[in-house]
Nanobody, 115 residues
């Protein structure tokens, strides 16, 4: 069993930056593909970025060049550095741990981009 706790969300002006953190409890963190997803009001939950157990990274097009995902296996943590934020980035951001047969979600952290 893995529990994920996100932090770092908040209110930021357009063009600003935030760094989200997700800390996992439980064992086996290094064996999970970690990801960040987001869900805006009234919309489905969308993938933002993933990082594999060996550090291979994938971004969706709308965050390429602006967001950076990283992980620290020694700290059981995954991060999402978000720069050049836009109002359309406003959403609840969720941390995800994907194993071979199980999947875990955090409770989410709200990011609001507004003047």
């Amino acid at each position: 069993q893995v529990q994920l706790v996100e932090s770092g969300g908040g209110l930021v002006q357009p063009g600003g930056s935030l760094r989200l953190s997700c800390v996992a409890s439980g064992s086996g963190f290094s064996r999970y593909v970690m990801g960040w997803y987001r869900q805006a009001p009234g919309k489905q939950r969308d993938l933002v970025a993933t990082i594999t157990t060996v550090g291979k990274i994938n971004y969706v097009d709308f965050v390429k060049g602006r967001f950076t995902i990283s992980r620290d296996n020694a700290k059981n943590a995954v991060y999402l550095q978000m720069n050049s934020l836009k109002p359309e980035d406003t959403a609840v951001y969720y941390c995800n741990a994907q194993g071979t047969v199980v999947r875990y979600w955090g409770q989410g952290t709200q990011v609001t981009v507004s003047p």
